[in-house]
């Protein structure tokens, strides 16, 4: 069984920064790709960032460029979103999604990712 759990959620002040986590188990994605997305109250899922697991190729959105940063761990099975200069828009419950087979760049739509952790609440207030 393949399973994604994320951590490193939680409650911080804008400015703030978290290190969100995504373990995974049951399987690699060596020939695939992970990425982060978020949700928003009232809001469509959103893409924030996307690695391909063998090469590190990274994709991230223009809301988050510059400020969040994707990482994998090889050795551990997991991947990292560094979130720095945190603001209040980036409120949501962040999603790390696993795709088995990607592309040299790796996706930006959900619907490319087969597995889905149950996410992890950040927000962001003063």
């Known amino acids: 069984q393949v399973t994604l759990v994320e951590s490193g959620g939680g409650s911080v002040q804008p400015g703030d920064s978290l290190r969100l986590s995504c373990g995974v188990s049951g399987r690699t994605f060596s020939d695939g790709a992970m990425g982060w997305f978020r949700r928003a109250p009232g809001k469509e899922r959103q893409f924030v960032a996307s690695i391909n697991w063998n090469t590190g190729t990274m994709n991230h959105d223009y809301s988050v460029a510059g400020r969040f940063t994707i990482s994998r761990d090889y050795a551990k099975n997991t991947m990292y979103l560094q979130m720095n200069s945190l603001k209040p828009e980036d409120t949501a419950v962040y999603y790390c999604?696993?795709?088995?087979?990607?592309?040299?760049?790796?996706?930006?739509?959900?619907?490319?990712?087969?597995?889905w952790g149950l996410g992890t609440q950040v927000t962001v207030s003063s």
């Open positions: 999604a696993g795709q088995v087979r990607a592309n040299y760049s790796p996706s930006i739509y959900s619907h490319d990712y087969d597995y």
